[in-house]
């Protein structure tokens, strides 16, 4: 190493040890922990077991998700029931490359153990699919809600099943909120919402996930 080097690296060195230095990096320390407890400690008021980083396993086990791609990330891995029901709350982020920029990509999970229910996908329209309904484009499953047409796409493998859980009812609560996802695949009702973890968030999206089950029809638990 020239001597260049053993200077700057002296110098770095002399200031990470003087008492700012020392200071800012316990600063960053603290943030950062802060963050971490933050979510384990919601996680822990809720009654749901923490882990901070799932591993392989936990991943593969939701790689159906398109929000689960290979090489995802887990975080902040939250397991425990709501009303009765396995419930396990986490967030996957993984990056995509545009060719000129590498971008982060981070979903905020919520899954609950269903019947084995056909696969549906439940997703807002974007802006070229509302213009289309608008210009009379009629959606392969319409509704009787001409807002939630207009608003939200539904794909599914069993229209009679889509058709039964999107009561009118069910539609208005979708559209309380039509920025986030639901998905139905591999037993499981996934709510999915764009972006890092909330821990603030987590009690009111629990809620959402309990009030989707309200408005379930009882005939459906034995589908």
């Known amino acids: 190493m020239s001597l260049k080097w053993l200077i700057l690296l002296g110098l770095m060195a002399t200031v990470l040890l003087t008492p700012v230095g020392i200071l800012a990096i316990r600063r960053v320390g ?9 979510a384990e400690r919601e996680a822990g008021r809720l009654g749901f077991a923490y882990t901070a980083r799932g591993d392989k396993a936990f991943r593969e086990r939701f790689a159906h998700l398109p929000e689960v791609p290979r090489g995802a990330t887990i975080k902040h891995v939250m397991e425990g029931h709501l009303d009765g029901r396995p419930a ?96 139905i695949v591999g037993s499981r009702v996934c709510l999915i919402y764009s972006g890092t973890l909330k821990s603030y968030r987590m009690e009111s999206s629990l809620q959402r996930m309990r009030r989707f089950w309200e408005l379930t029809a009882p005939e459906l638990e034995q589908w």
């Not at 603290?30 to 971490?36: F, I, M, P, S």
């Not at 084995?116 to 996908?121: F, S």
């Open 88 to 183: 396990i709350l986490f967030e996957a982020t993984y990056v995509v490359s545009t060719g000129q920029a590498v971008v982060p990509i981070a979903h905020t999970i919520y899954t609950i153990e269903t019947p084995a229910w056909p696969t549906t996908h439940i997703k807002p329209r974007n802006l070229f699919g509302r213009l289309a309904v608008k210009l009379g484009r009629q959606p392969r499953l319409a509704m009787e809600n001409p807002v939630f047409n207009l608003k939200v796409k539904v794909k599914t493998d069993d229209d009679d099943f889509a058709i039964a859980l999107l009561s009118p009812q069910m539609q208005e609560f979708m559209l309380s909120k039509t920025s986030v996802w639901w998905r």
């Open 30 to 38: 603290r943030r950062k922990g802060a963050r971490t407890s933050a």
